[in-house]
């Protein structure tokens, strides 16, 4: 497996020097929305450490970022009204995975609507941030 590459966006996001729409962040974790989301609320949550997927990342790290990807999909059934959650990870090309940092992406569902195709639709900017906002204050 390659080394972990500081380049990737979302080591950018975690040094501050590209924004996103946060949704939580404590000492280990981030969370924020995906900027091509497959359905409304569709949130990453990612560690801090520079981990590259589930292939390298401290266990302790990864049970951290999965209880909070459970705090999140709980809240975000009710901030977008959803009847299920789809959670997914993805490990290396092979494994659908695009951006080398691990992240969860915990996606709120409506029954019979099926997700988006994957990084098909940019949200607009004021969207994401009023979803941001009232995930945070849920999770607050
Ligand atoms: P994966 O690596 O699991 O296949 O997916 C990477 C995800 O990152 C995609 O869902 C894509 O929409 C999202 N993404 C790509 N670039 C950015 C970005 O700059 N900001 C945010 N918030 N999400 C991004």
Do not use: W
Not at 23 to 40: G, H, S, T
Not at 95 to 123: C, D, M, N, T, Y
Not at 124 to 138: G, I, N, R, S, T
């Amino acid at each position: 497996m390659p080394a972990y590459d500081q380049s990737n966006i979302f080591a950018k996001i975690l040094r501050g020097e590209i924004p996103c729409h946060k949704v939580y962040e404590d000492d280990k974790a981030l969370a924020f929305l995906d900027i091509m989301p497959r359905a409304p609320g569709h949130t990453l949550v990612i560690p801090k450490s520079p981990a590259r997927n589930i292939l390298d990342v401290a266990p302790d790290d990864l049970a951290h970022v999965m209880k909070l990807a459970q705090r999140i999909a709980k809240v975000s059934v009710d901030v977008f009204g959803a009847d299920g959650v789809t959670l997914q990870q993805f490990s290396e090309s092979a494994g659908g995975q695009v951006v080398f940092h691990l992240h969860v992406h915990v996606i709120p569902r409506k029954e019979g609507i099926a997700l988006k195709p994957p990084a098909s639709v940019k949200e607009a900017p004021d969207v994401l941030k009023e979803q941001a906002a009232k995930l945070a204050a849920a999770l607050a």
